[in-house]
């Protein structure tokens, strides 16, 4: 084990997962972590900050506190109830009407930390409508790589990216080159906004 490696769980799949090195990510509803059991932490063992060693999952943070002395080793597992949607989606929502809009997050507020929420719009009557923003409130960066919102539509028998924007600046409008389009919505483990509306027709 490298002792200046963090230890990090991110939790939001369904499955037991053990796991018993340092660094990564796990990828569950559950887990169990083991580390150093049955043995002892040197003191000297920190994260990369010289900080104490920290678990993260989605839900929670524990920082296992290292003292001037070895410590011993431990088990940590996490259990998750209650899920009702696809593991990686944390908001989804198909949209098949003529035209319609949507807010997000739907019961108003802020939207979540490490959200992956995707919207599919495919009308039942056939045609090329228009998708316009009215409303962003995202994490803002140059890049949009913290909360981003990304538009793909589909052309020539493949999903492309039309549109890809954060912040605060309404993005231009899309038309439906197919017919087909879906949003997709991501965020970060920092700051939260409102969301997003928009509208289509």
């Known amino acids: 084990m490298n002792p200046t490696a963090p230890i990090i769980l991110v939790a939001f799949l369904f499955a037991v997962v053990t796991v018993t090195t340092c660094g990564g990510f796990v990828n569950a509803s559950s887990a169990s972590i083991e580390f150093q059991l049955g043995g002892s932490i040197r003191a000297d ?4 900050l010289g900080q104490n060693i920290t678990l993260q999952s989605k839900s929670a943070m524990i920082t296992l506190i290292v003292g001037h002395a070895p410590t ?28 319609g809009n949507l ?3 739907r019961n108003g507020g802020n939207y979540d ?4 929420a995707l919207f599919p719009i495919a009308p039942s009557v056939p045609g090329q409508p228009t998708l316009r923003f009215t409303r962003v409130d995202l994490e803002s960066d140059s890049t949009c790589s913290y909360d981003s919102i990304r538009i793909y539509t589909w052309f020539d028998g493949d999903y492309r990216q039309a549109s890809g924007f954060c912040g605060n600046t309404i ?7 197919d017919g087909v389009l879906f949003v997709l919505f991501t965020s970060d483990g920092s700051i939260l906004k409102t969301g997003f509306d ?4």
Do not use: H
């Not at 930390?113 to 992956?116: A, C, D, S």
């Not at 928009?198 to 027709?201: A, L, P, T, V």
């Open 72 to 99: 011993l080793g431990f088990k940590m597992e996490y259990y998750a109830s209650g899920a009702s949607v696809s593991p990686d989606i944390t908001g989804a929502e198909i949209l098949t009407t003529a035209k």
């Open 45 to 48: 063992m920190r994260d990369s």
């Open 113 to 116: 930390f490490y959200e992956t």
């Open 198 to 201: 928009f509208q289509y027709e």
């Open 171 to 177: 993005p231009t409008s899309v038309t439906f080159q």
């Open 103 to 105: 807010t997000y997050p």
